[in-house]
C-alpha cells in the first residue's frame, strides 16, 4: 500500500511471493502504491512518499479512510508545526491535503476494495513499513466490510515486537501479525491453514499461534514464541514481475516522473557494527541486529539472473551495511561480468580509499556512509566507531570516484556543547568541493534505538509517542504507547536552536554552490617533481598553490590516508617519500593554514584528491 517507494518494487512482497511459489502456492501481488502515484502525479506522490516530517503524513491521509471518523485539523496542524512547511515542499494548501484525506483517499480504497474479488483468497497479507500501516488498515478494513473471508495478515517493520500484539487488540479486522522475519513463518502459517484452518476470519486453530506470531484466539491476542533467524541461503528469489506488468499498465511516466527504477537485492541482513556498539539513535534492525550473509555465490547469481529476467542493471542493496567480504567475493566478481551494472550501497564511513575504487570499478555509483556529523565527540557520543577525518576522507575518495553519496547532519545528543556545532560551521567553508549532505536536523527518538528505551536516568524527558500519532488512531481505542515507532520528547542539556542558526547557514550556502552550473573543486595536478592545487571552492575567486619535491610527494601520501606526523611519515617512508616526523609536521600544519588540510586531534588528513570523476545525476527519495 501506499506510501512505499514507487521507483523499485517491493522486496518484501517479491521475496514472499517467491518462496510462496518456490512451494508451489498460487500468488497474487499488488502493488497499491503505483496506483495512488499515476492518481496523484508522480511529483506530489514521491514527496509524501519521502516526507519523515512528525506529521506522518502518509499515514494521517489515510485516517479517514481506516477509520471512518477524522480529528480537527487544525488541531493537527497546531499540533505538528511543521505540517506547513511539509505542504510547501508538495506545492498543496493545508486544505489540499485535507481534501486528499477526507474524500481521495476513502474513494481510493472503496475502489481497490471492488476492483478484486477478494473472496478468492484464502490469504491478504500487508506488508508495512514507514507511513504505510494507515493504509493497510483501511484497505484490510474494506475487504473484510466486503465480506470476505480471507484471513488477513500484517507483517513488517511497523508490527514488529510489542507493536504486532496492539494491532491485533485494536483493530479486529486484522486477524494475525508476523513479528519478524516473515520467509518460514508465513510458510508455516500456509501450510497450517491447509491442513487445519482453510480460510477463517481469523479463528484460528489449535496449533496456533507459531512461532514468530501473533494471532487472535477466542476472542484474546496470544503471542507465539520467538522465532529463528532466517539463513539467508534458503531465501528464494525475489519475484518482482507483479511490479513491471502494473508500471507498464499505467506507464512509467505516469507513475514514476524523472526517477528511473532500480531492483532491491538483499546481500546480509543485521549489522556487524551494531553486533559490537549499537549506534545510540538507530533503530532500524528493529528486534534482531544479528549480522548474516547470503553465500557470495547465491548473492552473485541472484543478481545476475534479476538482470537478465528484467533487463536492468540498477540495482540497490537493501543491507543496513555493506559485507567488506563481499567486496571480493560479489563485486569483483561481478565486476568481470561485462555488464555495466549500477549499484547503491549502504557502507561504513570507516571505509577505505582502496575499497572504495574497487566498488567503483564494480559498479556502485551511490553509497549512504551514515556519516551524521562533522564532529568526533559527537560520533563518539553516537557510538558511531568512526572519526571526523574518516567522514571526510570517505567524502573526499567518493567525489574522485564520482559516487554520489547521501548524508545528513544531526543534533540533539545527550551531552552535546555548542561548541561541537560551532566548530563544525568553522569547517564547512573548507569543504564546499565535497558533496553536501542533504539536510541538517535534530535526531529522531525510534522504538528500537538505544536512545529510545526506556531506562533510569535517561536524557530523554517526558518521553511519550509522537504527537500526530493522536490526531491519526481512533480516540480511546488504541493504546499509542504501543504501537508507537517515533518519541516526542525533552533533552536535558540540549543545544538551543539559535547555536545550530550558523552551522544550519553555512550548510545551505554549501548546498547552494553545489546547485549552481559550476560544482565547487579543490584538485591536484600532478607534474614531474611538483603538484598544483587548484583551489575552487568559491568558484568565483580560485587560487593555486604548488608544493615541490618532497612535500608534493607527501601531500598525495596524506590524502590517502589520515593521522599524526609520526604515523603519516612513516606511511610516506614506506610508500618511498623518506620524510622525518618534524619536517612531516611542519608540512601539515602549514598546509592547515592554507585550508587545504585539516587537523582533528593532533592527525591531519590532506583535503584535495585528484580531479574528479563527472558525478552521475541521480534522482532519489533523499534518503541519507
Known sequence: MPFGPVDRPSIQCGVLAGALMRHGHAVDVYQFDLELAAQLGPRVYNEIAAQRSQGHIGDWLFSRAAFGVSSDPEAYRIACPDIDTSCSGLGLAFADLCSLRDSVMPAFVQSLAKSVDWGDYDVVGFTTTFEQQVASLAMARAIREGLA??????????????????????????????LGEGEEVFLSMIDTLETNSPKGSGSGSSVWPLPGMACRLNGKVEVGPPSRPVPLADIADPEYGAYFDTLKRLGAARVLGERRTQIPFEGSRGCWWGERQTCRFCGLNGTSVSFRRKPPERLRAEIIRLAQRHRMLDFEAVDRILDLDAIETV?????????????????????????????SAAGVTEVQPGIESLSTRLLRLMHKGTCLLENLRCLGWARHLGIQVGWNLLSGFPGEAATDYSDQASLVPLLHHLQP????????????????????????????????????????????????????????????????????????????????????????????????????????????????????????????????????????????????????????????????AVEDGGRFLALALPAARALRPVVRDGKG
Not at 513488517?156 to 479486529?172: H, K, Q, T, W
Not at 569483483?332 to 574497487?358: M, N
Open 149 to 178: 473471508e480471507s484471513l488477513i495478515v500484517f507483517g513488517g517493520a511497523s508490527v514488529a515486537g510489542d507493536m504486532g500484539p496492539e494491532y491485533l487488540r485494536a483493530f479486529p479486522w486484522v486477524d494475525a501479525v508476523v
Open 331 to 359: 563485486f569483483e566478481p561481478l565486476s568481470r561480468e561485462q555488464a555495466d551494472f549500477s549499484f547503491f550501497h549502504q557502507v561504513k564511513a570507516s571505509i577505505t580509499p582502496s575499497d572504495l575504487i574497487r566498488l
Open 437 to 596: 549532505p542533504t539536510a541538517c536536523g535534530r535526531l529522531w527518538l525510534e522504538r528500537f534505538s538505544p536512545y529510545g528505551a526506556k531506562t533510569t536516568g535517561s536524557s530523554f524527558q517526558n518521553r511519550r509517542p509522537r504527537a500526530a500519532y493522536r490526531f491519526i488512531y481512533p480516540e480511546h481505542s488504541v493504546d499509542l504507547e504501543q504501537i508507537a515507532y517515533f518519541w516526542d520528547f525533552e533533552l536535558e542539556g540540549a543545544v538551543p536552536d539559535p547555536d545550530l542558526s550558523m552551522l544550519h547557514q553555512r550548510v545551505g550556502e554549501w548546498q547552494r554552490l553545489w546547485q549552481g552550473p559550476a560544482q565547487p573543486w579543490l584538485e591536484t595536478k600532478r607534474g614531474p617533481g611538483w603538484t598544483q592545487i587548484v583551489d575552487g571552492r568559491r568558484p568565483s575567486s580560485p587560487r593555486e598553490y604548488v608544493l615541490e619535491g618532497k612535500e608534493a610527494a607527501f601531500y598525495s601520501v596524506c590524502a590517502e590516508d589520515f593521522g599524526s606526523p609520526r604515523r603519516l611519515a612513516a606511511r610516506g617512508s614506506a610508500a618511498g617519500v623518506a620524510i622525518d616526523p618534524q619536517a612531516a609536521e611542519e608540512h601539515l600544519r602549514h598546509w592547515c593554514e592554507l585550508g587545504i
